[in-house]
């Protein structure tokens, strides 16, 4: 059976708090930790783009997997800010990992469940035999407009998952998609800033998605919510998931490992792809695992995992995703913020 | 190989020169060589210049210059070396008349620095790019490494990197063609303006226009164009590894020791004999790593010889009494050219306020890039 | 950066490539035709350990045009364990905290933009160990 055999994340070392941003635009700073339940976000430095983070993650990936990444046949990184409006992110990051040039490579973008297709697609092509090892990366520099509610929670981070079919550190048991036309959220070609529908993104957007592929996936597979130890659903705040955790029945205890929103932000395509890697970096052998992402447009895309015996010695390999939450970290002002993310105007 | 003599020299003023091009710096340069020596035709030109082509969009000026001259057929070629462009000039010339295929050669160096180009990126041409300038480094950059890598092998401290400084301004005020003609205390270098840690605004040679020009013949033809020429005696060239990062110790210049030697051995002297020297010091830390690599003072002591008052005017052996880089300017591709018009002016006695008594043996030196190439002349009074 | 010199050095910045001499066993990096110890002209690859220690630094505060948005931004040349030195920019930490001896790792980042629409320029950069996770530098 073809699984996760290395998996590997990374988070950027600035941060922002709510407290910081709200400051800014004159808000008050409780009203957003209390309503979308966000403390501080990742910020990307200014060297650090969709690509860095995938050659971050990628390394620990491989690393962790301990295959020659020559072997490595696919190589697909989902993202909503690809450096490039045309010229691949993965042509870079395959030749930083030394994959290539036998691979078949290619950007995904599907708003926040690019990497969760990219994992889909790998992990297909791996069950199918067309290749060895296949590589998932979910990663974004997430934008999200000044003075915009988005604004408190688009960070940058993002996780890379290898699949294979031995040594394998995470059974896949199963997955699901779910897909409707559903204009909750969008940017167009050549606009900076994403735009979205308000409350528009909630009920028929993120709710009704996310809670039809974790019951269609539940389904398929015979599982109740019970069955699970984790479960981490797309963290476009820190309220979201709760409450569609809370309507499939699952416990906060199933969730608040992989919830990571609270100090991370929703790094978008990398949001449920990192909180995963948050979960692996804990799992115990024999531990069930649900993943649904969202991704506005919109659609679901659901994965019921299992840890094996081999998990606990091969994620020592790599660094963990709350060592990275919780680890040496640089607060920004709102003003460092503008700056690294590109908001003021040089004259040159 | 034929003894050669520098009988004659012009400089413009050093600063920035608004309203003269690049041409008319040269031929302001040229011509007051040509008319102090009461030379109407030269064999050939070597014009010294590091980046002409970015800074005002010419390449091609040693046809230029010898056309703008009213020349036009003489040989004229241009040299390159970065900063070191005007004293490889110097050596290119120097070689045509001793080896006897020209007999009167005019040397130049010319810059014009202020017309619009981005100085900083311009002069980062002279750094690798491939390993340095593609990571974003500049020369101050790459000096203040310099600074930091001596002060942690020796304890130099900041002190005695703003010693240097003042010393320099203390040399360029009494000299009428420096860029900068005022003085500066210990103080107000140590708190300019911080532009690569540790070195600051006023450890750091200015962007300049200028230019220098000397004329060469054979010393048995010397007194027909003055009756005070100086004698070249030595001239030495080396290089070293071109990236920073690839020396050995970054606090020694070793192209600069090594350019040293060949010249000392040559000239059949020794750097005790120097009684006056012009050298490289595009910041306050090179010539402080200059003067060791010179041997004028020993490796690592350096950092003590602006604040003892050693190379000051006066001391046992003064140092860039023109102000140097730092107080003169440092218009690049002139600089080689108008450290060897100091020592000629105090060879022969005409040096004014800033004369060292009694001066026989003169030394200069000039250095491209962080030190990948340097050039070594000395002269000797006839 | 004009994209085929910037594409020709990709196996150096990417991946820090770099070789190691047949005559004398030193590792030059980026490669070069011709070992500046011993004139050997065969090497074989080696790829550098992202890892090293700071020999020198500065903070650059005025910067070229490129790096404005960096600006002020540390620099220093890091020894690999290869005793391969690199010059680097040193990121995710106050400028000022870099200094010789300092421990760091080298991770891949983006150096530099080719104005509003030109190529992207990637390669690495160091950052202090007490900033970065040590399992990276694996």
Not at chain 1, 334 to 339: D, I, L, S, T, V
Not at chain 2, 189 to 194: A, C, G, H, K, W
């Amino acid at each position: 059976m073809s699984g996760i055999v290395g998996y590997g994340a990374y988070i950027p070392r600035n941060r922002i708090t709510s407290e910081e941003i709200a400051r800014q635009w004159g808000k008050d700073p409780r009203s957003i930790q209390r309503g979308l339940l966000l403390e501080e976000k990742s910020v990307p430095g200014i060297d650090e783009d969709t690509i860095t983070i995938s050659v971050a993650a990628g390394r620990d990936a491989l690393a962790r997997a301990d295959v020659d990444p020559q072997r490595v046949g696919a190589l697909y990184i989902g993202s909503e800010s690809h450096p490039y409006a045309v010229k691949p992110s993965g042509t870079v990051v395959a030749e930083a990992l030394g994959i290539g040039p036998e691979v078949h490579v290619a950007d995904f973008e599907f708003a926040c469940k690019a990497g969760t297709e990219a994992m889909f697609v790998a992990l297909s092509l791996v069950d199918s035999g067309r290749v060895e090892y296949a590589m998932g990366i979910g990663a974004d520099t997430s934008q999200g407009a000044p003075n915009d509610a988005l604004e408190f929670s688009a960070s940058g981070g993002g996780a890379a998952y290898l699949f294979g079919r031995d040594r394998v550190l995470v059974d896949v048991l199963e997955t699901y998609s779910f897909t409707t036309d559903t204009p909750d959220f969008w940017r167009r070609e050549g606009q900076f800033y994403p735009r979205h529908g308000g409350r528009f993104t909630g009920e028929p957007a993120y709710f009704k998605h996310v809670e039809a592929a974790a019951r269609g996936i539940l389904a398929r597979s015979g599982l109740k919510p019970e069955d699970f130890r984790f479960a981490v659903f797309h963290m476009p705040n820190g309220k979201f998931p709760l409450a569609a955790g809370k309507a499939l029945g699952f416990t906060n205890e199933q969730m608040k490992t992989g919830r990571v929103v609270t100090t991370m932000g929703n790094t978008y395509s990398g949001s449920s792809p990192t909180g995963l890697a948050a979960i692996l970096d804990v799992a115990e052998p024999g531990d069930r695992i649900l993943i649904t992402s969202f991704g506005s447009g919109a659609g679901s895309d659901a994965f019921v995992l299992q840890a094996t015996d081999l998990l606990p010695s091969r994620r020592e390999l790599g660094a963990t995703v709350r060592s990275m939450l919780d680890g040496p970290r640089r607060y920004l002002t709102y003003g460092e913020y503008a700056k690294y993310r590109e908001k003021i105007i040089l004259n040159h | 190989m034929r003894e050669v003599a520098i009988v004659a020299a012009g400089m413009t003023r050093f600063g920035e020169l608004w309203q003269t091009s690049l041409r008319d710096l040269f031929v302001d340069a040229a011509t007051e060589a040509l008319n102090a020596a009461g030379v109407d035709r030269l064999d050939a030109i070597f014009v010294g210049s590091m980046a002409s082509g970015q800074f005002v969009g010419q390449e091609h000026i040693g046809p230029l210059c010898a056309d703008h001259l009213g020349m036009a057929g003489v040989a004229a070629m241009r040299v390159e070396s970065a900063c070191a462009s005007g004293g490889m000039a110097l050596r290119a010339g120097f070689a045509e008349v001793a080896s006897g295929l020209s007999d009167l050669v005019l040397v130049a160096g010319v810059e014009k620095m202020n017309d619009g180009a981005d100085a900083t990126a311009v002069l980062a041409t002279a750094a690798d790019q491939e390993t340095e300038a593609y990571q974003g480094v500049t020369f101050p950059g790459l000096y203040a490494m310099i600074a930091r890598a001596h002060m942690e092998t020796y304890g130099t401290t900041e002190e005695e990197l703003a010693a240097v400084a003042v010393k320099s301004h203390r040399h360029g005020a009494l000299n009428p063609k420096a860029q900068f003609g005022r003085v500066v205390d210990l103080q107000s270098v140590m708190t300019s303006t911080l532009v690569a840690d540790p070195l600051r605004l006023l450890h750091c040679s200015p962007v300049t226009d200028g230019a220098a020009a000397v004329l060469l013949c054979p010393l048995r033809d010397a007194k027909r164009f003055t009756d005070r020429p100086v004698k070249l005696i030595g001239s030495g060239v080396a290089t070293g590894a071109m990236a920073l990062a690839d020396r050995a110790d970054p606090a020694f210049l070793d192209a600069v020791q090594l350019s040293a030697e060949r010249a000392y051995r040559m000239a059949a002297i020794g750097p005790g004999d120097v009684h006056v020297a012009e050298v490289h010091d595009c910041f306050s830390i090179a010539e402080i790593c200059c003067i060791e690599a010179l041997g004028l003072v020993e490796r690592g002591h350096g950092r003590h010889a602006a604040p003892s008052g050693e190379t000051a005017l006066g001391g046992r052996v003064p140092v860039n009494t023109s102000g140097g880089l730092k107080a003169k300017g440092h218009p690049v591709g002139a600089t080689g050219v108008a450290q060897v018009i100091e020592v000629f002016e105090q060879l022969r006695g005409e040096a004014g306020d800033r004369q060292v008594a009694d001066a026989r043996f003169g030394l200069t030196q000039n250095m491209g890039g962080s030190g990948a190439s340097s050039v070594v002349h000395i002269l000797e009074r006839v | 950066m004009p994209s085929p010199r910037y594409w020709r050095e990709i196996p150096g910045r990417y991946r820090l490539e770099a070789g190691r001499c047949h005559g004398c066993g030193k590792v030059v990096y980026p490669t070069r035709r011709i070992c500046p110890a011993c004139r050997g002209a065969e090497f074989e690859p080696v790829l550098l350990s992202r890892r090293g220690r700071v020999v020198t630094s500065t903070v650059l505060r005025v910067s070229p045009d490129d790096f404005v948005m960096e600006s002020p931004y540390a620099m220093a040349i890091v020894e690999t364990p290869e005793r391969v030195r690199l010059m680097v920019q040193v990121t995710d930490c106050e400028p000022s905290t870099v200094q010789p001896g300092m421990e760091v790792t080298l991770e891949f980042r983006l150096i530099r933009k080719e104005g509003q629409s030109g190529i992207l320029c990637y390669g690495h950069k160091a950052v202090p160990v007490v900033a970065a996770d040590t399992a990276r530098s694996r």
